[in-house]
T-cell receptor
């Protein structure tokens, strides 16, 4: 079946602009995660949805970052007033339950470059 | 704080040699542990996951991991490395949310 789909695969934007990154999870998966990965680093947790609600948004670095999942399926990560330090690969993952040994299934990521 | 620690950011082995990638976790309760692999410009792919009650877990591509509660370890092994195993490997832990280690890059020499 279809895996986790992330669009766009690459995004180049100018400092100060607004960007939206989209994630389409595996059908039926209730949990959805966003991570950020910089070169040579492990995935850094941003936010976790269980259904439509953000179960944990403690990883969002500041109020320029916001994510939604209005119908409990597709999610959008929104970054306002982008900064060069926001440049990274943004990974989305979904999980059937999100708890216990239910694994995460990752998309291929969106590479964001802020110039 | 809950965490996983991967010892060695880079590991280099010869083709055909044993692969051993180390992961230790901190927790006072039995965790839910996973190993993921990441090839260049791709997302993370699940290699294997710990199942309660099992000590040796088999995964894809000939990898396996041994859960040792007494040592709080979940090391990843493969008896014979292939060139195609060259990638970055992440140990992960689920306790209310997923935590990832900093990763180990595996280089396989011909």
């Amino acid at each position: 079946g279809a895996g986790v789909s992330q669009t766009p695969s690459n995004k180049v934007t100018e400092k100060g602009k607004y960007v939206e990154l989209r994630c389409d999870p595996i059908s039926g998966h209730t949990a959805l995660y966003w991570y950020r990965q910089s070169l040579g680093q492990g995935p850094e947790f941003l936010i976790y949805f269980q259904g439509t609600g953000a179960a944990d948004d403690s990883g969002l670095p500041n109020d320029r970052f916001f994510a939604v999942r209005p119908e409990g399926s597709v999610s959008t990560l929104k970054i306002q007033r982008t900064e060069r330090g926001d440049s990274a690969v943004y990974l989305c993952a979904s999980s059937l339950r999100g708890t216990g040994n239910s694994p995460l299934h990752f998309g291929n990521g969106t590479r964001l470059t802020v110039t | 704080a809950q965490s996983v620690t991967q010892l060695g950011s880079h590991v280099s082995v010869s083709e055909g040699a044993l692969v051993l990638l180390r992961c230790n976790y901190s927790s006072s309760v039995p965790p839910y542990l996973f190993w993921y692999v990441q090839y260049p410009n791709q997302g993370l792919q699940l290699l294997l996951k710990y199942t309660t009650g099992a000590t040796l877990v088999k995964g894809i591509n000939g990898f396996e991991a041994e859960f040792k509660k007494s040592e709080t370890s979940f090391h990843l092994t493969k008896p014979s490395a292939h060139m195609s195993d060259a990638a970055e490997y992440f140990c992960a832990y689920n306790f209310n949310k997923f935590y990832f280690g900093s990763g180990t890059k595996l280089n396989v020499k011909p």
